[in-house]
């Protein structure tokens, strides 16, 4: 919101009175004398007026952490432990999670409590490249790179997902790189071609990589170059026009697709 409604808000003066104020020179943000009625402020920012807290600015909080097995990634769960109670701040409460990953995934885990950073990077069609390590429960064909690299039509959607990265590692063991969020992308890629992800890992979201000495469980505060790093700096393409290139028709009422696509994925444990 703009400075002068915070004033008026906050000191229940109209906003004449706050742009005057402002005028005068009483305004300081951030510690800074502020002399544009007009400026964003938002509830993150510490705003004064003749030395008096008008808003005391909550704490922006930007966290990486080591998501294990087994935790869920949610910020309230009658029956798992989820990444919220694996981190000790006082102001955890405030975190969402940006971009969740599956209970039986384990990995690289972003919150914060800014949305207006959050946002453009849980897009689904943010294409800040994620990567993951994948071990299936059957041998990874070789042909798998090119339909990976051209992607697969899902029918629920109605889209076809954007070219991904296969590496093959070893017989069952690959990394993919994706450059969007789709619901269960990886298990449903995998089943397309009748294999099985028995291990999923999230080794990197963009430029942030998920440190050898940062232990599943552990978690640590995000630099301001890691923060800045993931800013994007053109928003996502909007809509799903640019990509529904359909490789396959649409399946014709009462057809069936060969694979299901949000059924089991055939791990053990639930998603
Ligand atoms: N794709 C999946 O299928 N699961 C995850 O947890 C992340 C990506």
Known sequence: MKLDRLLAKHRGMGRKQARELIAAGSVHVDGILQDRHDVEV????????????VQAGQRRLFIMLHKPVGIVSATKDADHRTVIDLIDDPDKETLHIVGRLDRNTSGLVLLTNDGNWSKPLTHPEHKVPKVYLVETDRPIPPEA???FAEGFYFHTEDLTTRPATLEILSERKARLTLHEGRYHQ????FHRIGNRVVA????????????????????????????????????PISGDSLRRILKFPALAPG???KFPENGDFGLASPR
């Open 200 to 235: 999923l890992h999230r080794e990197s979201i963009g430029p942030v990589r998920l440190p050898a000495d940062l232990p599943p469980g552990g978690w640590r505060f995000l630099d301001a170059r890691e923060i800045e790093a993931l800013r994007p700096q053109n928003p």
């Open 145 to 147: 790179v090119a339909a």
């Open 186 to 189: 990886v298990k449903r890629m």
């Open 255 to 257: 057809e069936t697709s």
């Open 42 to 53: 938002d509830r993150f920012h510490h705003v004064t007026t003749n030395a008096e807290t």
